[in-house]
């Protein structure tokens, strides 16, 4: 391209001329820069100009940081950086250092004719003679410079101060847009990684917030089951303790009431060991004691403590080994026990007919020895979605309808696992709904010193021939002195102690009681007697029964024309619990455990309430 005619020339056409190329090169340059938008693009192609239209031997852009004292170079072409868009070198200069720094300072355009006679020039690696620095300016500030030097003295003239300025000027505005869709870009981003941080802690919070649920759920339905377990044997405890105190009841009375309260405090008693066990291991603060143990002589008197109790339900216990076992291995023997003691009190407790194996094998590894022992049942087994929560604290798998009668706090197989992993073991399940369970605990342990490994003796027990069976319990019991009582009361409940405690304290103020032990049978007798044209006066209805709980109990009664009012007796003291046996047609609720002194009075006065309700209409 074409060099600029000198601007010393007087010749009028010669500065029409110079004024057409200066027109044409400001036209191309305006061209260009309407069509870039990127701050780069935009100040590359002033430095660009500079060289190719106007001469320049360089051409620098420095613009204003957002701090306001530094002049940043974006652009720089000529010797120094000849390869367009890179900058060797790129330095920073603070406003109102050097000629470039004087123009930011001062808006002021600086044409330096030699620079050896002005002080203000900073010499880099190359010393030239003229220099030429004009402000960018935006709306009356400075928002950078544009500086060109050359190596000759005396070189720039009037026109290129003209046209340099008149490029700042035209570029300003360009400029100043860039910079603040750059800025809006960078705003952009940096409210992108904002919301991004945010909805991760967002995220992060629900997490949080869903655990802490659930651990409150957890204690919530913890502390619910607690008080359920609690109340019901402390009902009969302090009921029985009540009537004994009371000293008119006949020996016999006397001794099952005893048997009754013992039978209580002893479950009461397990109950809380299993509870304080489960938070000392949740808490950590389990100790471990290791003993030598005489492997198979250990699991063999575990087993044979629950001989009378297999032997009273008619089912075969053996114990054998498979293959060779070590004389003798290093373990926690108590928890050992537990564990074990656990299997076998679950194994006999769920099976009615058949047996209870226990098998134990073994087989040596580099720490010692691995052990395996299964306790199989031929019980009423597992369904295969309920052997997840088997070892979930309080969890009964079995639909409670078909537990009648067994006692359990859903608490032993958590406790055995948790213990299984303190002597490095593990229980896992196999078990089918109906076909029995297989109960296994799997554990690695060191040897004893002396230790062999060797067929163990056969258990003396194992031959022993069967006891005869027991006889079943009883069935529930018959309406007693049901023509001679002012009030019949109907009770369904099937914890057999407070029944019998309910029983005796009614019985006591004339009532004639008849005993249900689940919310079936009481509908079908309250049907029967009604029939017969006696309903009864009054129902006290346990809430959690097996076959039919009480709220589905009391809702089929409640139905009837002749429907007495129906008492919740309910062992969870939660206000929901009382809303849920109001909600289901009970007519007024009492808290378990009962007070022997003032639960008869309290019937009356809420049967009385009740009688005078129905009499209002
Ligand atoms: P529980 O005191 O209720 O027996 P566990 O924690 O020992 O509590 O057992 C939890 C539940 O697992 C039991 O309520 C029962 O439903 C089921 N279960 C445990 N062992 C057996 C078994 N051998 N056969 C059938 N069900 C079993």
């Given at each position: 391209m074409d060099q600029l005619p000198s601007s010393s020339s007087t010749d009028s056409s010669g500065s029409q001329i110079a004024r057409a190329r200066q027109l044409e090169v400001l036209h191309n340059f305006a061209s260009r820069q309407a069509q870039l938008t990127h701050l780069d693009d935009i100040v590359w192609n002033i430095a660009k100009t500079a060289i190719?239209?106007?001469?320049?031997?360089d051409c620098v852009v420095y613009l204003l940081d957002d701090d306001g004292v530094t002049l940043r170079q974006v652009a720089a072409h000529g010797p120094k950086n000849p390869v367009e868009r890179e900058i060797f070198n790129r330095i920073t200069i603070t406003v109102g250092e050097g000629i470039v720094g004087y123009v930011a300072a001062t808006g002021e355009v600086q044409l330096i004719d030699d620079a050896r006679r002005d002080a203000r020039y900073i010499e880099d690696d190359d010393f030239r003679l003229s220099e030429l620095a004009v402000p960018i300016t935006h709306q009356g500030r400075v928002i950078g410079v544009l500086d060109s030097e050359h190596h000759e003295a005396e070189f720039f003239t009037q026109e290129d101060v003209q046209l340099f300025t008149t490029i700042a000027a035209l570029a300003s505005t360009r400029i100043d847009a860039a910079l603040a869709l750059a800025k809006l870009h960078k705003t952009v981003r940096d409210l992108e990684a904002a919301r991004e941080q945010l909805e991760g802690q967002a995220k992060e919070l629900t997490q949080a917030r869903a655990a802490a649920e659930a651990a409150s759920a957890a204690k919530s339905n913890f502390l619910a089951n607690m008080s359920h377990e609690i109340r019901t044997p402390m009902t009969a405890i302090v009921g029985f303790a009540e009537l004994l105190a009371e000293g008119d009841a006949d020996q016999q009375q006397q001794v099952l009431w005893r048997n009754q309260l013992t039978r209580n405090a002893r479950y009461l008693q397990d109950l809380i060991g299993n509870v304080l066990d489960v938070s000392a291991v949740e808490a950590g603060v389990t100790d471990i004691s290791l003993y030598d143990i005489p492997l198979y002589e250990f699991i063999s008197d575990t087993v044979e403590i629950f001989r009378p109790k297999t032997d009273a339900k008619g089912l075969q216990l053996t114990l054998s080994s498979r293959g060779q076992l070590p004389t003798g291995i290093i373990s926690d023997r108590l928890k050992l026990r537990e564990i074990l003691v656990n299997l076998l009190s679950n194994a006999v407790k769920y099976t009615e007919k058949g047996d209870v194996k226990v098998y134990v094998s073994s087989r040596p590894t580099t720490q010692g020895a691995q052990v395996r022992i299964s306790v199989a049942d031929s019980g009423i087994g597992i369904a295969t979605e309920a052997i997840e929560s088997l070892f979930t604290p309080f969890s009964r798998v079995h639909d409670t309808k078909r537990l009648a009668g067994i006692e359990g706090t859903g608490l032993g197989l958590s406790l055995a696992q948790k213990f299984a992993g303190l002597i490095g073991g593990d229980i896992t399940v196999s078990s089918e709904l109906g076909e029995g369970s297989v109960f296994t605990l799997e554990f690695i342990t060191e040897l004893s010193d002396n230790a062999q490994w060797m067929m163990p003796a056969?258990?003396?027990?194992?031959a022993l021939a069967l006891k005869p069976q027991l006889t079943k319990t009883q069935g529930p019991e018959e309406i007693i002195e049901r023509h001679f009582a002012d009030h019949s009361i109907l009770v369904c409940e099937d914890s057999e102690p407070i029944a019998a405690l309910v029983k005796v304290l009614l019985e006591r103020e004339g009532a004639a009681v008849s005993v249900c032990s689940n919310g079936l049978e009481g509908v079908q007798r309250f049907e029967i007697l009604c029939q017969a044209g006696i309903p009864p006066d009054l129902i006290i209805m346990d809430m959690q029964m097996p076959l039919m709980d009480g709220y589905e109990a009391t809702r089929i009664i409640k139905d009837?024309?002749?429907?007495p009012a129906v008492i919740a007796l309910t062992a969870f003291a939660l206000k929901e619990d009382a809303d849920r046996c109001l909600a289901a047609g009970c007519d007024f609720y009492l808290n378990k455990p009962i007070n022997t002194k003032t639960f008869t009075r309290e019937l009356k006065r809420l049967h009385g309430e009740f009688e005078l309700r129905r009499a209002l209409g």
């Open positions: 190719a239209e106007l001469g320049f031997e056969v258990n003396p027990f194992a009837h024309s002749l429907a």
